[in-house]
């Protein structure tokens, strides 16, 4: 099951005489929300975390990268923050097309599905949400979670890629599961997405299993 944002303390079993950055250390993460720090530093009350991240942001121990979102260490790539810059959203669209080998073309900005319209700009990199129903976000189905971001699977990417941007022309769908594409596609409810979708298929310079 897709964990969205941290729920509650009982997710960090930790020992008392864990230091902060030692817990964000075990957490396995590397980007952090400051809803995220309240929790793992189990500090409910504002003033005090929030004089606590500034501490930490004197002493280098953590980064700011936007606004209420702060990195440790170094090692954190642009999907980490993605994923955090908007809490509710994964990975998706060109970014993962990019990544599956779906399209040939060369995007830099990072795309992602999420309930809201967003768009942002970070150290000359972009990144960009596109609105999806809360029934097409919610459902789970060709989601990966690799436990530091969420990223859409190689079918869903493609309905996906469908749903918002209906004419979009695919480069390579070589190695597509038919049977989870036709699947996925019932989940937007969306009749022309659906009959795209069967057309693609038919598609043999595209479609090969």
Partial sequence: MIVWYYIGEENYPMQNNTTNIEKLALSGKRIFTIEDLAVIWQIPERRR????????????????IHKGVYAYGEDYTSFDIACKLVPLSYISLYTACQLYGLTFQYYKTIY????????????????????????????????????????????????????????????????????????????????????????LIADEDHYVK
């Fill in 112 to 199: 992602s599905i999420s309930l809201k319209s967003k768009k942002y700009k970070i150290k000359e990199q972009g990144y960009i949400y596109h609105k999806a129903k809360e029934s097409i976000f919610y459902n789970q189905s060709d989601l990966i979670q690799n436990g530091r971001y969420i990223i859409a699977g190689k079918e869903r990417t493609v309905t996906d890629c469908l749903y918002v941007f209906p004419d979009f022309a695919f480069d390579n769908l070589q190695g597509i599961d038919k049977e989870k594409l036709l699947a996925l596609s019932k989940i937007y409810s969306n009749n022309k997405l659906e009959q795209r979708v069967k057309e």
């Fill in 49 to 64: 975390l929030i004089e606590r991240i500034k501490y930490y942001l004197r002493a280098k121990r953590l980064t700011s």
